[in-house]
Every structure is written in C-alpha cells, then in structure tokens.
C-alpha cells in the first residue's frame, strides 16, 4: 500500500512539475514575442530610434546567453526545482520594472532583469520536463515544451497588440506578473516533496562563467551598429583584440580545469556537435528575419498592431500544434528528415521574403510567417531532443543550458547582423553613407530588408548541411 501511494503520490510530483515548466516556458515565449510586437510602439513612445530599441532585444538574449550555462550547471548541482522559483521571481520583479521605465535605458536595464529570470526559468523548466517525462520520450518531451514556448508566442502578439492599442504599451510588461506568482507557488510545491542533489560536491567554474558572460558581451558590442557609431572604427579594432584575448582565455580555463563550465568534449559528440552548429545558424537566420519585419509591416504596409499581433499568429499557432507531433516522430523515425524538411521550409520563407516590395499585399507576410512556424517546429524540436539525449542524464541540465545559450545567441546575432546589412543596405539604396534605415522611406527600406532575407536564405545552407550528417540518429541512440 505504501509503495502504491508513493507511486500516486510520484506521478502527481511530475503532473505538476510538468504544469509548472509549462507554465514558466509560456511566460518567457510571451515576454520574448510580445516584446518584439510592440518595438515600433516603444522606440516612439522612448523616443528612441531603431537602432536603439534592439538594445532591449538584445540584452535580453545576452542574459539568456550568458547566465543560462551557469543556470544549468547550479540546477544540476543545488537543485532544479530551487531554481526555476527563482527564476519565476526574477521574472515578476523584472516585468514590474519594464513596466515603469521612464526612457530607453531604464527599458534596458530591466530587460536585463527579465532576461536573468528568463535563463533560469529556461534552463531547469525544460530540464525539469525532460526528467519527468519516461525514459526515451525525450522527443515528446521536447515536444511538449517546443509547444509550451509556442503557445506563448501565440498568445503574446494579438494580447500585445490588443494592449498597445487600447490600455497603454507599459500593460505588455504588467501582463506577466500574475502568472510567475503562479509558477512561483507550484515550485514551491514541488521543491518541498523533492529531495536536494546529492552533487552539492561538485565546484562552479565561476571564472569560466564570467569569462563566458564576457564574450557574449564583446560579441554583442562588435556587432550592434549604435556602439560602432559611437566608439568609431579604431575602438571596435580593440574590441575585437579584447575578444579573441578572452576566446582563448575562456579555452585556456575549460581545458585545465577539472569540473569546467562548459565541457568542450561534449562538442566532439557528433549528434551535439553538429546539432549545435545547425541550431545556431539556424537561430541566426530566424532572428535576422524576425526584427525586421514587425516594421515592414506597421511602417511599409501600414498596419496596425492589433492586426499585425493576428498576422503573428499563423508561425506561432502552427508551430505549437507541429512541434509536440515532431517530437513524437523523432523518438519513432530519428530526426534527420525531419531537420532537412524544417531547413527547406525555412528556406521557402526567405526566398519569399527576398521578394517583398512597399506594395506586396499582407497575405504574403503571412505566408512568410507561416512558414516560418512550420520550419521551426520541425528543425528546433528533433534537433533539441537529440542533443540532449545524446549526452549522460545527469549532464542533462548543463545541456539544456547549453542549448539555451545557443538559441540565445543565434537570435542576438541575427537581431545584430540584420541591423549590420539593413544598415548598410539601406545607405547604398538610399545613396546617403552616413544614415540610419528609416522604415518612412518604404521604397528603399523594403529593397534593403530584401537583402537581409537573402543572407538568411544563403546562410541556411549550413544547417542543411549538419543536418545531411546527423544521418538517422535518435534521441533514444
């Protein structure tokens, strides 16, 4: 009797353990698209410029990109559970702070804020999902929070564009509260009936983590256009000697030391070392794609927000309802298919997107976006899973941070480089070497936004090709 209520009492523990990573992946799928419906809004009402207000995009990313490694690593060492009630918190305080930021800046510090709980929220909610799920379901699993990240980004446009329009665009940020004060009490729950980590032993690379939140930095700073105009050419020559110093720093201390923050040996798996590289060029085609276009639609076509919010739906809809569905096939199929079939959709969309003139109809967006959705259900979903899966469970924590950080990273990067060619597609267009692209000039604006698509479509390539050599392996491999 006993060994059947504790065998209830388990099952319960991961109903709500997995209620409670759905939760918490939806808030950050929510405060990443709702933010990215409302930038056009906020640049006006900061009164900032384009090139500014990728800055609250991107120190977002950063944080993710910086402090999800170090997120997965204490998970692993004092507790998941401990640290996703952390992350809910951090989430609160940070949204309540965006909410009341007075300029551009303060915009940004918070995001910040936001970004720190966001890391942690995503590094030991997915493994907290992968965990609870049974053995060799790593693909539903996966699945499941693929669909929970999508259902934030489904709900988060049209709520977004319903706010900005009728409330006020501080109401975006006030939205998340309540739902991180829930996911606050589940872990609650869940962290009182779950035992602490025997792997309290086990040191923290701090140095390497610094030196990692480091280089996201510098390669944030070397590729975001506002600082090179502000620093100049000479200065941005030493940013790049300060970077490739603290690269080789920062392999220096992984290869020494004992329990490194990032184990570089994990890279020589092939399952993860290819899948890293396609996720990241991946991300990056996605992310220089995405920031662009909320401003072609609101400021070339003329949309309004509330509409765009409903054009956002498509990608978002369509990719929480393929990804759980993905995922089952790869524990059934493998995932090589499924990644090459995701690249080629995606690779539909920027061909469609190069095309896109002042005059397209909206229908086209959609299509774009759509897209969009289906190719990213069916490339990010096996691609995960089997990343994970392919390094020991008690690895896992680390990898899910890892893979976070390269998700992060690849959408930093995209948000930067597609300022890095809009920039300067929009100069040879516009003739004028010194401007800055300006969505009212929607001729010249739509013609450099084409190139961006292009990049996108070319740099695809890559992970067409890591996905050719994951040949059929499976999470369950």
């Given at each position: 009797?006993?060994?059947?209520?504790?065998?209830?009492?388990?099952?319960?523990?991961?109903?709500?353990?997995?209620?409670?990573?759905?939760?918490?992946?939806?808030?950050?799928?929510?405060?990443?698209?709702?933010?990215?419906?409302?930038?056009?809004?906020l640049?006006?009402?900061?009164?900032?410029?384009?090139?500014?207000?990728?800055?609250?995009?991107?120190?977002?990313?950063?944080?993710?990109?910086?402090?999800?490694?170090?997120?997965?690593?204490?998970?692993?060492?004092?507790?998941?559970?401990?640290?996703?009630?952390?992350?809910?918190?951090?989430?609160a305080?940070?949204?309540?702070?965006?909410?009341?930021?007075?300029?551009?800046?303060?915009?940004?510090?918070?995001?910040?804020?936001?970004?720190?709980?966001?890391?942690?929220?995503?590094?030991?909610g997915?493994?907290?999902?992968?965990?609870?799920?049974?053995?060799?379901?790593?693909?539903?699993?996966?699945?499941?929070?693929?669909?929970?990240?999508?259902?934030?980004?489904?709900?988060?446009?049209?709520?977004?564009?319903?706010?900005?329009?009728?409330?006020?665009?501080?109401?975006?940020?006030?939205?998340?509260?309540?739902?991180?004060?829930?996911?606050?009490?589940?872990?609650?729950?869940?962290?009182?009936?779950?035992?602490?980590?025997?792997?309290?032993?086990?040191?923290?690379?701090?140095?390497?983590?610094?030196?990692?939140?480091?280089?996201?930095?510098?390669?944030?700073?070397?590729?975001?256009?506002?600082?090179?105009?502000?620093?100049?050419?000479?200065?941005?020559?030493?940013?790049?000697?300060?970077?490739?110093?603290?690269?080789?720093?920062?392999?220096?201390?992984?290869k020494?030391?004992?329990?490194?923050?990032?184990?570089?040996?994990?890279?020589?798996?092939?399952?993860?070392?290819?899948?890293?590289?396609?996720?990241?060029?991946?991300?990056?085609?996605?992310?220089?794609?995405?920031?662009?276009?909320?401003?072609y639609?609101?400021?070339?076509?003329?949309?309004?927000?509330?509409?765009?919010?409903?054009?956002?739906?498509?990608?978002?809809?369509?990719?929480?309802?393929?990804?759980?569905?993905?995922?089952?096939?790869?524990?059934?199929?493998?995932?090589?298919?499924?990644?090459?079939?995701?690249?080629?959709?995606?690779?539909?969309?920027?061909?469609?997107?190069?095309?896109?003139h002042?005059?397209?109809?909206?229908?086209?967006?959609?299509?774009?976006?759509?897209?969009?959705?289906?190719?990213?259900?069916?490339?990010?979903?096996?691609?995960?899973?089997?990343?994970?899966?392919?390094?020991?469970?008690?690895?896992?924590?680390?990898?899910?941070?890892?893979?976070?950080?390269?998700?992060?990273?690849?959408?930093?990067?995209?948000?930067?480089?597609?300022?890095?060619?809009?920039?300067?597609?929009?100069?040879?267009?516009?003739?004028?070497?010194?401007?800055?692209?300006?969505?009212?000039?929607?001729q010249v604006?739509?013609?450099?936004?084409?190139?961006?698509?292009?990049?996108a479509?070319?740099?695809?390539?890559?992970?067409?090709?890591?996905?050719?050599?994951?040949?059929?392996?499976?999470?369950?491999?």
């Amino acid at each position: 009797m006993n060994l059947q209520n504790q065998t209830l009492s388990n099952d319960r523990l991961r109903r709500i353990t997995l209620v409670n990573s759905v939760i918490g992946i939806s808030i950050a799928g929510i405060s990443t698209r709702v933010f990215m419906i409302s930038v056009p809004t906020l640049a006006t009402a900061l009164d900032t410029d384009m090139l500014g207000i990728s800055w609250a995009l991107i120190i977002y990313q950063m944080a993710g990109i910086g402090l999800g490694v170090v997120c997965g690593r204490l998970g692993d060492i004092y507790g998941h559970h401990i640290l996703y009630g952390c992350g809910m918190a951090t989430m609160a305080v940070g949204s309540l702070l965006c909410g009341l930021s007075q300029n551009v800046l303060q915009l940004i510090l918070f995001r910040f804020v936001q970004g720190v709980g966001g890391a942690m929220i995503q590094s030991s909610g997915r493994t907290l999902a992968f965990r609870a799920m049974p053995q060799g379901s790593e693909g539903r699993a996966q699945g499941l929070m693929a669909m929970s990240h999508q259902f934030g980004f489904f709900v988060g446009p049209p709520l977004g564009g319903f706010i900005i329009d009728w409330i006020h665009w501080r109401g975006i940020f006030f939205l998340l509260f309540l739902p991180s004060l829930v996911g606050i009490a589940l872990s609650t729950i869940t962290g009182r009936a779950v035992a602490s980590p025997a792997a309290r032993t086990r040191s923290i690379d701090w140095r390497g983590a610094l030196l990692f939140l480091g280089l996201s930095i510098l390669v944030t700073m070397l590729l975001d256009q506002k600082i090179a105009q502000v620093m100049g050419t000479g200065s941005q020559t030493l940013l790049a000697l300060a970077f490739v110093g603290m690269l080789w720093s920062f392999i220096a201390q992984e290869k020494k030391i004992q329990s490194p923050m990032i184990d570089l040996s994990f890279f020589s798996v092939p399952a993860f070392g290819f899948g890293s590289l396609g996720l990241l060029m991946c991300c990056i085609t996605q992310g220089l794609t995405t920031f662009v276009t909320p401003f072609y639609l609101q400021d070339v076509l003329k949309l309004s927000p509330s509409f765009i919010g409903l054009i956002f739906l498509a990608p978002s809809l369509l990719s929480m309802v393929l990804s759980p569905v993905s995922g089952a096939l790869t524990d059934r199929i493998g995932a090589r298919f499924l990644l090459i079939l995701g690249v080629l959709v995606l690779m539909a969309a920027f061909l469609i997107g190069a095309n896109l003139h002042a005059d397209s109809h909206w229908i086209l967006s959609a299509i774009l976006l759509a897209l969009t959705g289906i190719g990213s259900a069916l490339f990010n979903t096996p691609s995960q899973a089997v990343m994970v899966s392919s390094l020991p469970k008690e690895h896992w924590g680390i990898a899910i941070g890892l893979i976070n950080g390269i998700f992060g990273l690849g959408h930093m990067l995209g948000i930067s480089l597609s300022g890095i060619f809009l920039t300067l597609a929009f100069r040879f267009y516009s003739g004028n070497p010194g401007t800055t692209p300006d969505p009212g000039d929607v001729q010249v604006f739509a013609a450099s936004m084409n190139v961006t698509y292009l990049f996108a479509l070319g740099l695809s390539v890559i992970p067409l090709l890591t996905s050719i050599k994951m040949k059929k392996i499976s999470p369950a491999a």
